[in-house]
């Protein structure tokens, strides 16, 4: 279908201003069944990308995302940053300006990635991933975004091989959604994308022309200021009609947001799972926007 067709039936999806969507994530997924992922593993509530907060996400019920690299000896671990300076404040500028690609596993997994946000979480050091596919063996019911940085992405496959099913690899890249659902076909997808409305509908609308394969969720960034959302309610409601339509669920991430009103807003418009950094908070807003009345 060509980006024309695509936007006249954006277009036809738009409610009018004042009229209530058609969909409501209420009547069509149960509560238990809504997801919400932790953005770095909750690493608001406690040293992102660390064993504890990982626990942490799924105590609340929510999905950690892992953040993923590979250091200089091939070994893959939880990491965000590209470099040691948020993590590290206290190590002197030759470390603080070290890649985890930089240094080998043996260097990597002493290092105190908790102190920085606490005497509390001091000790807490970067998780093997080989590790991590072990607890998920453990509890089948657990699930694991793995949001990826620098991998191999056939190594990731063969190390995670026994818990794909538990897996949800995030990449805005479309090419390596796809490479990666070759390799490990029961894997979840999430393909991941921000921008202005005009960024945003060309980039639906080349998926649209690749019928949205190989992607199992998808998540657009929303920013909140003084004169609304961007992307707009109009624009968040036609493009959830659309995902709906492919049978792909429909994710927001309300960037740095805690605003309880800003979530159910957005499961108003149709959003039907959320990522954030601060899952306790959308947490008690998504169990209070199901206790409203219908």
Known sequence: MKE???L???SLCVVT???PPKWNVRDHIPIEQFT???HRGAGVLSPENSIEAFGIAWQLGTVPEADLRTT???VIVAFHDNDFKRILPAADPAMQSKRIEDLTWDEVRVLDIGAWKGQTFAGQRVPMMTDMYRILAQHPKRRLYIDIKNVDLVQLARESRKVHNQLILASTDYDLICEWKRLAPRSATLHWMGGTEEQLTARLASLRKANFAD???LQIHVRAAQGGLTPGDKFLIAAGEQLRSHGILFQALPWMSKDPKLFQHLMDLGVASFATDYPDIAM???REYYNLKK
């Open 4 to 6: 024309s067709a695509f």
């Open 36 to 38: 919400v992922q932790s």
């Open 17 to 19: 201003a004042g009229d």
């Open 284 to 286: 008690q807003a998504i």
């Open 215 to 217: 992607i199992t969720q």
């Open 72 to 74: 200089k000896d091939g």
């Open 8 to 10: 006249l039936g954006l």
